[in-house]
């Protein structure tokens, strides 16, 4: 059973910039793809990027050029750094974890087993 704790939300005006976490209880944390999506209020919740278990990173329309994410497997952990936040911006944002993430179905939330509880996001304008 992996455990996933975000961490890093908070108020912030649009323009600026935060930084999540999340960290995982996982050994094997490296061999993980771990994804970052989204719910906002009334919302469905929506896949923001994810970092391959080999390295590479893709993420939506939405947040291209403006979000990062990166990996310290030393540290079991994950990060979002957003930049120019935009009011649509705010959500619940949710990190995810998967051994065997389909290279076509990656977007779905079906397709990871572990879930963290969330951290909020509110970016006033």
């Known amino acids: 059973q992996v455990q996933l704790v975000e961490s890093g939300g908070g108020l912030v005006q649009a323009g600026g910039s935060l930084r999540l976490s999340c960290a995982a209880s996982?050994?094997?944390?490296?061999?993980?793809?771990m994804a970052w999506f989204r719910q906002a209020p009334g919302k469905e919740r929506e896949f923001v990027g994810i970092?391959?278990?080999?390295?590479?990173?893709y993420y939506a329309d939405s947040v291209k050029g403006r979000f990062t994410i990166s990996r310290d497997n030393a540290k079991n952990t994950v990060y979002l750094q957003m930049n120019s936040l935009k009011p649509e911006d705010t959500a619940v944002y949710f990190c995810?974890?998967?051994?065997?993430?389909?290279?076509?179905?990656?977007?779905?939330?079906?397709?990871?087993?572990?879930w963290g509880q969330g951290t909020q996001v509110t970016v006033s304008s």
């Open positions: 970092s391959w278990s080999g390295g590479r990173t």
């Open positions: 996982e050994r094997t944390f490296s061999s993980y793809n």
């Open positions: 995810a974890a998967d051994k065997g993430v389909s290279s076509t179905y990656y977007v779905a939330r079906r397709s990871y087993d572990y």
